[in-house]
C-alpha cells in the first residue's frame, strides 16, 4: 500500500516538474512573441525608433519577465511544500515507475497462482 502511494507520489512530483518547465518556456515565448510584435510596430511607424530608449525599455522587460518567472517558482515551490512532496530527479520516478511495473506484475502472477490453484 505504501509504495503505491509512494508511485503516485513520485508521479505527482515528475508532472509537477514537467508542467514547471513547460510553463517557464511558455512564459518566456510569450514575452518574445510580445516584444516581437511590439517591434514590428514600431518599425512601421514613420519615425525609427530610438535605439537608447529602446535598449532601456528592453532591459525593463527583461527585469519583469524574470521576476515574472521567479514568482512563478516561489508558487509552485510552496505548492510542492503544502502537498509535502519531496524533490526528486527524473531518474528518481522513472526507477519508482519501474518498481510500480514489478510489483504490479508480483502481484498479477500471485492472483493468477491463487485462480489456478483454486481450479
Given at each position: 500500500m505504501a509504495r503505491g502511494f509512494a508511485g503516485r507520489v513520485s508521479k505527482v512530483a515528475g508532472l509537477l516538474t514537467e508542467i514547471e518547465g513547460k510553463a517557464q518556456?511558455?512564459?518566456?515565448?510569450l514575452a518574445k512573441i510580445k516584444a516581437n510584435l511590439e517591434f514590428i510596430g514600431l518599425l512601421?511607424?514613420?519615425?525609427?525608433?530610438?535605439?537608447?530608449t529602446e535598449i532601456?525599455?528592453?532591459?525593463?522587460?527583461r527585469r519583469l519577465i524574470y521576476d515574472a518567472r521567479?514568482?512563478?517558482?516561489?508558487?509552485?515551490?510552496?505548492?510542492?511544500?503544502?502537498?509535502?512532496?519531496?524533490?526528486v530527479s527524473a531518474a528518481a520516478v522513472e526507477t519508482v515507475a519501474?518498481?510500480?511495473?514489478?510489483?504490479?506484475?508480483k502481484v498479477n502472477d500471485k492472483i493468477d497462482d491463487e485462480a489456478d490453484e483454486e481450479s
Open positions: 518556456s511558455n512564459m518566456l515565448n512601421q511607424c514613420p519615425k525609427p525608433p530610438n535605439l537608447p532601456k525599455a528592453l532591459r525593463e522587460r521567479d514568482v512563478f517558482e516561489d508558487l509552485l515551490d510552496s505548492v510542492w511544500g503544502v502537498l509535502e512532496i519531496p524533490e519501474v518498481d510500480n511495473v514489478e510489483v504490479d506484475d
